[in-house]
């Protein structure tokens, strides 16, 4: 399975960005999707996460600013970047944690990572 992210590139404050994961290959179940960014010097953080159950999780710096949103297959995961900063620029990584078979153990997947810089 890979995970395809497009979406990132560079915007000015206050500006948006909206990001797209799609994963090729199949799962046979998905118990979470979201997006982590790891700025340079800094650890991979989570952004924004929705479970299988539909509730979704935010970190607090993007509360109110992006929204994860999933098609009801989860195929494909996107975060909606409103009003960014500065301090959002970062590589963003798209993340699946899912079974291939019914029998495999829950596994975590990435994404290449898609680069996201706010700047004037």
């Known amino acids: 399975v890979q995970l395809v992210e497009s979406g990132g590139g560079l915007v000015q404050p206050g500006g948006s960005l909206r990001l797209s994961c799609a994963a090729s290959?199949?799962?046979?179940?998905?118990?979470?999707m979201g997006w982590y960014r790891q700025a340079p010097g800094k650890q991979r953080d989570l952004v924004a996460a929705?479970?299988?159950?539909?509730?979704?999780n935010y970190d607090d710096s993007v509360k109110g600013r992006f929204t994860i949103s999933t098609d009801n297959d989860k195929n494909w995961v996107s975060l909606e970047m409103n009003s960014l900063k500065p301090e959002d620029t970062a590589v963003y990584y798209c993340?699946?944690?899912?079974?291939?078979?019914?029998?495999?153990?829950?596994?975590?997947?990435w994404g290449q990572g898609t680069q996201v810089t706010v700047s004037s």
């Open positions: 993340y699946v944690q899912g079974r291939r078979r019914a029998w495999a153990t829950l596994s975590d997947y």
């Open positions: 290959g199949s799962f046979y179940s998905i118990h979470t």
């Open positions: 929705v479970t299988s159950d539909g509730s979704t």
